[in-house]
């Protein structure tokens, strides 16, 4: 199996998109995930992968702490962004939630501090103990197979 044909299988899994974010000092940095799930309810635990050489790795390291903000409909802008697929700097309007910042009208935006981290291949899984949960109303972010998806239509979203 080579990498492509993994990846293509993996995209079959339908997901939501969130931006991981964090502080340190004060630097801002995020990047677009749809690697997140939820590990337990008592305590409240989270898990997010971040590859190895991506710049965040560092910085959730070192902070401790970071947030997930799950992204409605509406923010297919957010996450090209901090997928690096937008070239252009801009200034982001962070929304700051129990000292952290978060992605503005995100269905929810949830604080951690880091419980655990594995590295796991190329990857590091943090496991964070949420801290503070902030949660709105709206339709979802998808993704599927590689594209943005309308669940209520099934259809790519250009």
Known sequence: MDDRTFRTAMGKFAT?????TTKLGDEVKGMTAN???SVS?????????IGENAHLNKYVRDSGKFA??????EQQDMSAYFAGQI???REIEFN??????TIKDSLVNLTCDVHNSV???DHTLYIGEVTDVCIT????????SGKYNDLNTCEEVK
Not at 68 to 73: D, E, K, T, W
Not at 137 to 144: H, K, S, T, V
């Open 16 to 20: 939501g998109v969130t931006v991981i």
């Open 35 to 37: 690697a997140f799930m």
């Open 41 to 49: 309810l008592d305590p409240a635990l989270v898990l997010i992968s």
């Open 68 to 73: 997930v903000s799950i992204l409605n409909s």
């Open 87 to 89: 070239k252009e700097n």
């Open 96 to 101: 700051w939630f129990n000292g952290m910042p």
């Open 119 to 121: 590295i796991a291949g």
């Open 137 to 144: 109303e709206g339709e979802p972010l998808a993704f599927y």
